[in-house]
C-alpha cells in the first residue's frame, strides 16, 4: 500500500464529485487514468499563453500534487494550505473547524472530502431551550396596543395580515418587551432566534432585544429558498418586503455559519441590497460572499440611492438598482 492508508484511497464516485467542485470554482481540469486530475497551472501558464497544458497534476490516490513546468510546485500531506493559495482557494480553509485544522491529517484527502461533501459544517448556536419572549401573542385586536402595532405594522411599513401571518409576527403586552413587535426566526422549522423591535418606548428600554447567542447562525426566511439564487439583506422588514428568494441576515455582514446554511442549499448566485447608505458595507459583504461560498458563480453587489432602503422600495427593489458591481474572486 506503499505507506497510504484505507482513508487516503478514494472511488471513482467520490473522485467524480471532487472533479465537480474544481468545476464549481471554475478551474479547468482533466481526469486521467490511475487517479490523476490535471489542471491547468495558475502559476506559470500566464507566461505561456499560447500553450494550454495542464501541466498541474493532482494524484486522488496518493495526495501527491505537482506541477512539471514549475521546478519547485510540488508538495503532498502538510502542503495543502500552499496548493490551495495557489489556485486561490484559500477561502476554503475556512471549512475546516478549528480542531480539524490544528491535527496532523490536514492533507489533499480531507480537501477532497470536504468538496466532496460541498458545503462547510453548520454548527447553529441556539439556546436551549429557546422561547419566545415574555408576553407573545398574536391576537392583534385583544387590546389597543395590539391594534396600535398592527397599524404600524400595516400602514407604516406595508405589510399585509398574510405577510404576519405567515412570519408568525406577534407582539408582547406585559413584561420586559411590551410595546414591542416580536419576530420569530426559524431554521429547519425550529425557533432558533427572535427579535423584538420595540415601537411603543417605555423608560430607557432599548429599540432592538434578542437572545444573547444565536443570530449568527440563522438567516430569516432560509426554509423558504427551494432555488439555487438568493437576494441577501440585513434586516426583517426589508425581507419581507422584496418577497420569496431573500434572507436577511439581521447584520451587514455573515458568519461562518450562515455561509454554511447558504452553502448547505448549493446556492450559485447572490445578489446583496443594502441600503443606500452602506454601499462600503454592500460591496464587502459580496466579496466575504464570493471570498468563501465554495458553490457561488455569479455574485453581485447592488446599489439603491441614497437613503432609500429595501424596505421602502418592496417588490420594486430589484427596478430601482442604481448601479451593480460584479465580485470576482
Given at each position: 500500500?506503499d505507506?497510504?492508508?484505507k482513508?487516503?484511497?478514494v472511488?471513482?464516485?467520490?473522485?467524480?464529485?471532487?472533479?465537480d467542485?474544481l468545476?464549481a470554482?471554475?478551474?479547468?481540469?482533466?481526469e486521467h487514468?490511475g487517479?490523476?486530475?490535471?489542471?491547468?497551472?495558475?502559476?506559470?501558464a500566464p507566461?505561456?499563453?499560447?500553450n494550454?497544458?495542464?501541466t498541474l497534476?493532482i494524484?486522488?490516490?496518493?495526495d501527491r500534487?505537482?506541477?512539471?513546468?514549475c521546478?519547485?510546485?510540488?508538495?503532498?500531506?502538510?502542503q495543502?494550505?500552499?496548493?490551495?493559495?495557489?489556485l486561490k482557494?484559500?477561502?476554503?480553509?475556512?471549512v475546516?473547524?478549528?480542531?480539524?485544522?490544528?491535527v496532523?491529517?490536514?492533507s489533499?484527502a480531507?480537501?477532497?472530502?470536504?468538496?466532496?461533501?460541498g458545503?462547510p459544517?453548520?454548527?447553529?448556536m441556539?439556546?436551549?431551550?429557546?422561547?419566545?419572549?415574555d408576553?407573545?401573542?398574536?391576537d392583534w385586536?385583544g387590546?389597543?396596543?395590539?391594534?396600535?402595532?398592527?397599524?404600524?405594522?400595516t400602514v407604516?411599513?406595508n405589510?399585509s395580515?398574510e405577510?404576519?401571518?405567515?412570519?408568525?409576527i406577534?407582539y408582547?403586552?406585559?413584561?420586559?418587551?411590551?410595546g414591542?413587535?416580536?419576530?420569530?426566526v426559524?431554521?429547519?422549522?425550529k425557533?432558533?432566534?427572535?427579535?423584538?423591535?420595540?415601537?411603543?418606548m417605555?423608560?430607557?428600554a432599548p429599540?432592538?432585544?434578542?437572545?444573547?447567542?444565536?443570530?449568527?447562525?440563522v438567516?430569516?426566511?432560509y426554509?423558504e429558498?427551494?432555488?439555487k439564487?438568493?437576494?441577501i439583506v440585513?434586516?426583517i422588514?426589508?425581507?419581507?418586503?422584496?418577497?420569496d428568494g431573500?434572507?436577511?441576515?439581521l447584520?451587514k455582514?455573515?458568519?461562518e455559519?450562515?455561509i454554511g446554511l447558504?452553502?448547505?442549499?448549493?446556492i450559485?448566485?447572490?445578489?446583496?441590497?443594502?441600503?443606500?447608505?452602506a454601499?462600503?458595507?454592500?460591496?464587502q459583504?459580496?466579496r466575504?460572499?464570493?471570498?468563501?461560498?465554495?458553490?457561488?458563480?455569479?455574485?453581485?453587489?447592488?446599489r439603491l440611492k441614497f437613503?432609500?432602503?429595501?424596505g421602502?422600495?418592496?417588490?420594486?427593489?430589484m427596478?430601482?438598482?442604481?448601479?451593480?458591481?460584479?465580485?470576482?474572486?
Amino acid at each position: 500500500m506503499d505507506g497510504r492508508t484505507k482513508e487516503d484511497i478514494v472511488t471513482p464516485r467520490q473522485r467524480q464529485s471532487f472533479i465537480d467542485g474544481l468545476n464549481a470554482n471554475r478551474i479547468d481540469n482533466k481526469e486521467h487514468h490511475g487517479g490523476e486530475i490535471s489542471i491547468l497551472c495558475p502559476s506559470c501558464a500566464p507566461d505561456h499563453p499560447g500553450n494550454k497544458r495542464h501541466t498541474l497534476s493532482i494524484n486522488s490516490n496518493n495526495d501527491r500534487w505537482n506541477c512539471y513546468r514549475c521546478p519547485t510546485l510540488k508538495g503532498r500531506k502538510k502542503q495543502i494550505s500552499r496548493l490551495l493559495d495557489i489556485l486561490k482557494l484559500g477561502h476554503l480553509l475556512s471549512v475546516f473547524d478549528e480542531e480539524e485544522v490544528l491535527v496532523e491529517d490536514d492533507s489533499l484527502a480531507k480537501l477532497k472530502r470536504r468538496m466532496i461533501f460541498g458545503v462547510p459544517e453548520i454548527r447553529i448556536m441556539e439556546v436551549s431551550p429557546l422561547v419566545l419572549p415574555d408576553g407573545y401573542r398574536t391576537d392583534w385586536n385583544g387590546s389597543m396596543i395590539g391594534e396600535s402595532l398592527l397599524k404600524y405594522l400595516t400602514v407604516n411599513r406595508n405589510l399585509s395580515l398574510e405577510d404576519i401571518a405567515r412570519y408568525k409576527i406577534g407582539y408582547s403586552l406585559d413584561g420586559s418587551h411590551a410595546g414591542g413587535v416580536v419576530f420569530p426566526v426559524y431554521l429547519n422549522k425550529k425557533l432558533r432566534f427572535w427579535q423584538v423591535r420595540r415601537v411603543i418606548m417605555r423608560g430607557n428600554a432599548p429599540k432592538y432585544d434578542s437572545p444573547k447567542a444565536g443570530r449568527r447562525s440563522v438567516m430569516f426566511g432560509y426554509d423558504e429558498i427551494t432555488t439555487k439564487s438568493v437576494n441577501i439583506v440585513e434586516g426583517i422588514f426589508d425581507k419581507i418586503a422584496i418577497g420569496d428568494g431573500t434572507v436577511a441576515l439581521l447584520s451587514k455582514d455573515i458568519s461562518e455559519e450562515q455561509i454554511g446554511l447558504l452553502g448547505a442549499k448549493s446556492i450559485e448566485t447572490v445578489r446583496v441590497i443594502l441600503d443606500g447608505d452602506a454601499w462600503k458595507d454592500c460591496k464587502q459583504l459580496a466579496r466575504t460572499i464570493a471570498n468563501k461560498l465554495w458553490s457561488a458563480k455569479l455574485v453581485l453587489a447592488h446599489r439603491l440611492k441614497f437613503g432609500v432602503d429595501p424596505g421602502m422600495l418592496g417588490r420594486d427593489t430589484m427596478n430601482s438598482i442604481v448601479e451593480t458591481v460584479t465580485i470576482r474572486n
